[in-house]
């Protein structure tokens, strides 16, 4: 027995077994408390998000010698209709006074300040988010919003800024661990009581997938506070999501094959073994594809983006080692019993030969050629509802799946001040060079209002308030004109950055991802499947429908937010994200299909092997597909948009890789295209056999590839 074999038979073994169990136990006892340290080990500051090369980032490094880069100002509004009153700006100015006390704010408090129109006063506020990050900003808002809505009658007050943006965006996503832990511990149990049909069975993947969940939080938790990982809210919510659905579908794949050897050997321990044999080298090639697709976003300008790959990277690998350890493990531990009432007697014959997907491959056979066409043109048909797609980024109010009252404070604060109070454009230059870049500052339109220089050292600091709001198309291009402006001063080394010139450059970035990544990550998978098929076409063609899968989810998808959901547009991630995501997710569902119909194409010829491969695939792949789907669907439940549409596009494109893609478009194209599809590979040249061996019976032990059955 090889060494590769012995290592897969440990968790089998009448003693291995133990040992897997017990090693588990430990680790659990050990990684346990830092798993839980994770979520307040999280950098949600705005350098843990942005390209770290930009403009906007450099400006943000140098700010600190002038100001806090860990603050946020909060726009405290008042507003009376009929015109602010002597007893409201009394008021004001006592609430001012006030704000000084409140928790976590620090710095010089400006206001208040009345609008032209005499209807609305201002008041800027600073809160320290240097110990407490944005968990600062929700107790700050809270106690600014009570003692400036206490007392006088008939003023509204609003409290908007970056300030009460960041207020509200941290109130979205407080929880969010633990809403889509719940979430999606709650969808994965009812289809794993669907799919099984058993009241204990589900315990066991859940079990595993949780386990393998805590251990990969521990494991980054170690690696954010050892190796200078960097670890978001994004990141953290996205791993829960990953590890428990692709955790489920290797853990559905497993038992399936288990089950079916189950039939094949009375004793528990060989037929786990050949399970495991069978099973685990496609488990492994998917969990390497998706492993790798994932590190590819190290290549990524984001460094919300670049954190991410490693993130979800780590997630994958362990949740491949505990469906392959552990689960093995905790079922022949459990044996047959785990399965029941329906469970697996030796001698009985497999189901899945006369099921529903034999019915469907047996209908796609007559006409493959008419159903990978008409397949495809219904896909593309779906694809044209990219052209309606607008992933340049989401402003303040769009953010939101609600309309916060920070959101609302911006729309009133534009009707009686400049729309850009509190969010400024900032001009970092050489100490000299600060009058002349202040003056350059004032003339470029869309600034309303400059400070004069602050100098400190080698460096001279001006803001400009911004005409319009700093979210909007108006105010980025207001930034493209004041950088061309600042640069073309002489010897002043201007730099441009501020909140609007963030937006600016991290919607840049992202296109540059876009551009960069997305090819090597078809790169990178498609080199997988060429090693795992030992073919070039097929490989090609798997790549072909599974873009095409991606392009049509994200057509649906597009309209969908415009005239379902009414969303402003997408995130500016959102394309690469949701491409990462199906592309190597996606293939998953391929490997396991085309590595069975490789196999049986070798005895039975490759149509009829397709026939085979897809009958014994397509229950445990549909249910796999049902579950990965359903748990991506869950960050449709979080009232941030990012992570809506993700969320959406990503359960639509598996439902559509599952049910149309893999089981109809793939397989009619393996049908049409016969032998030829394993160009050049010897199998290219093998042509059916006139009868099927009867070595194919359902008591003879199956080909290697007979993994997903």
């Known amino acids: 027995m090889s060494p590769a074999r012995r290592l897969a038979a440990l968790p089998c073994g009448r003693r291995g077994k133990w040992v897997v169990l017990a090693v588990w136990i430990v680790l659990l006892l050990a990684l346990g408390p830092l798993a839980g340290k994770l979520t307040n080990a999280e950098d949600n500051q705005s350098s843990s998000w942005l390209p770290g090369s930009a403009e906007s980032t450099q400006v943000l490094n140098l700010q600190g010698q002038f100001s806090s880069t860990q603050s946020a100002p909060a726009v405290v509004l008042y507003v009376r209709d009929s015109g602010i009153t002597a007893a409201d700006r009394t008021k004001a100015a006592a609430d001012a006074a006030a ?190 594809t998706v ?69 469907v491959g047996g209908g796609i056979s007559r006409r493959p050629r008419l159903v990978w066409i008409g397949t495809t043109l219904a896909l593309g048909a779906l694809a044209l509802g990219m052209f309606s797609l607008k992933a340049d980024g989401l402003s303040t109010a769009g953010t939101f799946t609600n309309t916060p009252d920070s959101v609302v404070g911006q729309t009133v604060l534009a009707q009686h001040f400049a729309a850009g109070t509190g969010a400024p454009v900032i001009v970092i230059s050489t100490a000299g ?21 602050k100098v400190l050292g080698d460096h001279a600091y001006v803001t400009g308030t911004l005409s319009a709001a700093p979210d909007s198309q108006a105010a980025k291009d207001t930034v493209d004109r004041a950088r061309a402006a600042e640069h073309a001063v002489s010897g002043a080394d201007a730099k441009v950055g501020g909140n609007t010139a963030v937006l600016l450059d991290t919607q840049r970035a992202s296109k540059h991802d876009d551009y960069v990544i997305i090819p090597i990550v078809l790169v990178v998978v498609l080199f997988i499947l060429a090693l795992l098929l030992r073919a070039v076409l097929a490989p090609v063609l798997l790549i072909a429908t599974v873009v095409l899968s991606f392009a049509s989810a994200l057509g649906v998808s597009s309209l969908a937010f415009t005239h379902l959901f009414h969303f402003q547009g997408e995130d500016s991630s959102f394309p690469l994200f949701v491409f ?21 194409s070798a005895i039975r010829g490759t149509r009829q092997g397709a026939l085979a491969g897809l009958a014994a695939t397509g229950g445990v792949i549909t249910s796999a597909g049902l579950i990965l789907a359903s748990t991506f669907g869950v960050l449709g439940t979080l009232p941030v948009v990012g992570f809506a549409e993700i969320g959406f596009a990503v359960c639509l494109g598996v439902l559509l890789d599952t049910l149309v893609v893999r089981s109809i478009l793939v397989t009619s194209l393996t049908m049409d295209l016969d032998r030829h599809l394993w160009w050049p590979s010897a199998l290219s040249q093998v042509t059916a056999p006139a009868t099927v061996p009867a070595a194919r019976s359902s008591q003879q032990p199956l080909p290697e590839a007979e993994h997903t059955s």
């Open 291 to 359: 492993a790798l697709s994932m590190l590819c976003l190290l290549f990524a300008q984001m460094n919300s983006t670049s954190g991410l790959g490693p993130v979800c990277a780590i997630g994958v690998v362990v949740a491949l080692a505990a469906m392959l350890t552990l689960l093995p493990a905790l079922l022949v531990i459990t044996g047959r019993w785990i399965f029941w009432p329906v469970k697996p007697a030796f001698g009985t014959a497999e189901p899945t030969e006369r099921g529903v997907w034999a019915r």
């Open 580 to 600: 990462v995501f199906l592309v190597a997710l996606g293939i998953d569902y391929n490997i396991f299909l085309m590595t069975r119909v490789r196999e049986e």
């Open 433 to 453: 060079a600060g009058d002349q870049v202040q003056h350059v500052l004032g003339t470029v339109p869309g600034i309303a209002t400059t400070t004069a220089p």
């Open 99 to 288: 704000f000084a006390g409140a928790p976590h704010v620090s710095g010089h408090i400006t206001g208040p300040v009345p609008a032209r129109d005499g209807k609305a006063l201002q008041t800027i506020i600073p809160v320290d988010l240097s110990t407490g990050g944005w968990n600062n900003l929700g107790p700050a808002v809270d106690s600014l919003r009570a003692t400036a809505s206490s007392g006088d009658q008939g003023l509204t007050v609003h409290i908007t800024g970056p300030g009460g943006v960041g207020a509200d965006q941290s109130k979205a996503f407080s929880g969010i661990d633990g809403t889509l832990l719940y979430a999606t511990l709650g969808v994965v149990i009812l289809l794993l009581l669907l799919t099984y049909r058993s009241p204990t069975l589900w315990l066991l993947p859940l079990l595993s997938s949780g386990l393998a969940l805590t251990a990969a939080e521990a494991v980054i938790y170690l690696l954010v506070k050892h190796a200078g990982l960097t670890v978001n809210a994004q990141s953290a919510g996205i791993l829960v999501v990953l590890v428990i659905g692709a955790g489920t579908d290797y853990a559905l794949l497993l038992v399936a094959r288990y089950r079916e050897e189950l039939r094949r050997h009375e004793d528990r321990h060989e037929a786990m073994a050949e399970a495991m044999h069978r099973a685990g080298p496609a488990i492994l090639a998917s969990a390497a």
